[in-house]
């Protein structure tokens, strides 16, 4: 290794340019602390790159819930269906599907609802603030979502669901016929029945969003920095953060939002962390390939159609497998085909395939909060499906730790040491 550098000193070093770190930087930045993100890669090039573009906000059930535990056995015999593991990655996702498990009994599922649902509540309004001071607000579509069901039967099973999200104050409009076919025409006949969800928001394009508010945080004065961070070590003064190569940078705290790989970092940090990649798969086919007037959800098929201003994206699924899987396009094939059916006016020529993985926590709740070995150290990763939805709610709450300053939610549900 040649002859170590400094790259200077910071206020918050801030580990991993995607959705998560590039919020938090413009949140620090505007409350006046001087902030480095270190990306290894070009930012918003992971999975804050080719997400669905949805700020989430009603999104309010986790994903380990007694309903998946009765799902989870049939899609698991479909290789191509919404939830799928290859069979050389199940030793390997086994640990981390046991505890999803164990998150999805009925004990646990009150106390999970209850903290997605603050989360996502913070989200909505720290959403607004952020994009009103970032100067994004003409990013922002407020279109809401549409949930499709092909059969009554099916929209009569998810009514226990909405009944508890409408408890939590989500605001829920049930459809079909002329009122369907108003929010969205030329939809198969096949569909039913709907779910309105006018609190749905979707960006324009999820990397331009990204890349839109990294600009708003550099011209707060974020220093953006390219290296892959290997080791963090922590004094009394503070955090030294050294890069691949030997480069060093001190800082008075250091912010962990390194995604699915957070959990390299935090076990150099005693932190046993169980975050793991789930992957997803989507096609983006060129603008104006459907009139889609708001993204359309087919919760039976674990996708989502969204209108960007890149495309018209379609795309979901959960694969669970390690970062060195070959990498499975029929996916996204197969979520095209589906949509297709749906909406039998979409031209599907032309379409950019994409995969990227989701940091997903067993419990479906992301972790926020100090290491435990320093203060001075804090985790901002494993939000999983809804890593976009709460960006801003997670910033304020990192900025709220950073400033010592007590956080407008509890957030001992998104400590680190729950695991
Ligand atoms: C198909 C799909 C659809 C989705 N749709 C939605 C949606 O509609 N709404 C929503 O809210 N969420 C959605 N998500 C989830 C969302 O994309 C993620 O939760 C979110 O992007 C995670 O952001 P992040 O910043 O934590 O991680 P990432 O985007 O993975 O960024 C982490 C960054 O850290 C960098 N990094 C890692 N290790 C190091 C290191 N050692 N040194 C330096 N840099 C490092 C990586 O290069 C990467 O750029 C979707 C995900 C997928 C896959």
Redesign the pocket.
Known sequence: MGKARSQGNADVAI????????ATAFRLAQAGRQVVL????A??????????????FPSILPLASPGILFKAPKWLFDPLGPLSIPPAEFPKVLPWLLRFFRASMPDRIEASTAAQAALNRLSETETATLTREAGLDHLVRHDGALELYESEAAWRASLKSWERCEKAGVEIEHVEGARLAELQPGLSPRLVKGVFLPQWK?VSD?RDYALALLEAARARGVKLVA????HLAVSTEGVMVT?EGGQTLKAAHAVL??????S??TALLGDKLPVTP?????TTLPPGSFDLKRQVIFPAHGF?V?PLATGIRV???SELAGFDAPVNYKRARNMLDKAAGFLPGLKREGGTEWM????SMPDSLPVIGRASSSPRILY??G?????????AATARLITDLILERTPPIDISPFRPGRF
């Open positions: 580990i991993g340019g995607g959705i998560i770190g590039i270190i990306e290894r890669d930012p918003a090039n992971a999975a804050s790159r080719g997400n669905a573009g949805a700020f989430a979707t999820p290296g892959a961070v290997s890069l939002a390194a995604g699915p790989w957070s390299k970092l789930e992957r997803g798969y989507n989502v969204t795309g979901g699924a990227g993985s989701r940091p901002a990763f939000h999983g499906h809804l890593g976009l939805t709460q960006s």
